[in-house]
């Protein structure tokens, strides 16, 4: 049964070139040169297929030259300097200043895990679950 939903999405998905349609290509980098450069993912970077949907593509910036010239936006997310970071656990803890000194002190102390902080979405999903619990 998923079966015949997956096949009824990906004929109406072709049937209308992919309008009103957001794909989003999580990791670009990450999949092997074959699968980037030849077949579907090729012709979905290139609008060859689906020419009218919209793509997201999150990748490091050093797989960027994979992108083609007609990219609409491009936003490159930096990572966190030192200060930047200390500054974003006090201003999401600021109803509970004690918590941030508690988090700052444990994160000088466990350099692997501070080391992830400087990438703002691990750092979010951090002060989410530290707010947990």
């Given at each position: 049964m998923a079966s015949d939903l997956g096949h009824v999405c990906?004929?109406?998905?072709?049937?209308?070139?992919?309008?009103h349609v957001t794909i989003l290509l999580d990791g670009l980098d990450?999949?092997?040169e074959g699968l980037r450069d030849d077949g579907f993912i090729a012709e979905l970077l290139e609008h060859q297929a689906l020419p009218f949907c919209n793509i997201i593509?999150?990748?490091?910036?050093?797989?960027?030259a994979y992108l083609h010239d007609d990219v609409l936006l491009?936003?490159?997310i930096l990572g966190f300097a030192e200060e930047d970071r200390e500054s974003f656990i006090k201003e999401?803890?600021?109803?509970?200043?004690?918590?941030?000194?508690?988090?700052?002190?444990?994160l000088?102390?466990?350099?692997?895990?501070?080391?992830?902080?400087?990438?703002?979405?691990?750092?979010?999903?951090?002060?989410?679950?530290?707010?947990?619990?």
């Amino acid at each position: 049964m998923a079966s015949d939903l997956g096949h009824v999405c990906a004929a109406h998905l072709f049937k209308t070139s992919g309008k009103h349609v957001t794909i989003l290509l999580d990791g670009l980098d990450e999949l092997p040169e074959g699968l980037r450069d030849d077949g579907f993912i090729a012709e979905l970077l290139e609008h060859q297929a689906l020419p009218f949907c919209n793509i997201i593509v999150s990748s490091r910036p050093h797989a960027s030259a994979y992108l083609h010239d007609d990219v609409l936006l491009r936003v490159d997310i930096l990572g966190f300097a030192e200060e930047d970071r200390e500054s974003f656990i006090k201003e999401s803890l600021k109803k509970q200043p004690r918590k941030a000194e508690i988090l700052l002190d444990y994160l000088q102390t466990h350099s692997t895990i501070s080391s992830l902080c400087f990438v703002p979405f691990i750092m979010t999903v951090l002060l989410f679950l530290y707010k947990q619990g």
